[in-house]
């Protein structure tokens, strides 16, 4: 018996990672903590979602650094 795909779909509840509480497949954030959660993966547990505003905020640091840089050196010239 080597049936592994759609190992997902056996679960009916999924664990949240930072919390290991066990939430409906249905819900969007943790019950306990009121992290979002994702999809359940093949052990169970709630997908992170993908964070849009942390990755926002990453690239922001970086065109801020980028832009001071350029400051910092190219200024004078
Ligand atoms: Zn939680």
Not at 9 to 15: C, I, P, V
Not at 29 to 47: E, F, N, P, R, T
Request: overall charge positive; some cysteine; aromatic content about 14%.
């Amino acid at each position: 018996m080597g049936t592994q795909k759609n190992l997902a779909n056996q679960f009916s509840m999924k664990k949240c990672r930072d919390c290991s509480t066990d939430n409906t497949l249905a819900a969007d954030v943790c019950v306990s903590c009121k992290k979002k959660l994702g999809d359940v993966d093949v052990q169970g547990y709630a997908i992170r979602p993908f964070d849009y505003k942390a990755y926002a905020v990453g690239i922001a640091s970086v065109i801020v650094f980028v832009v001071y840089m350029w400051w910092a050196f190219f200024r004078e010239a």
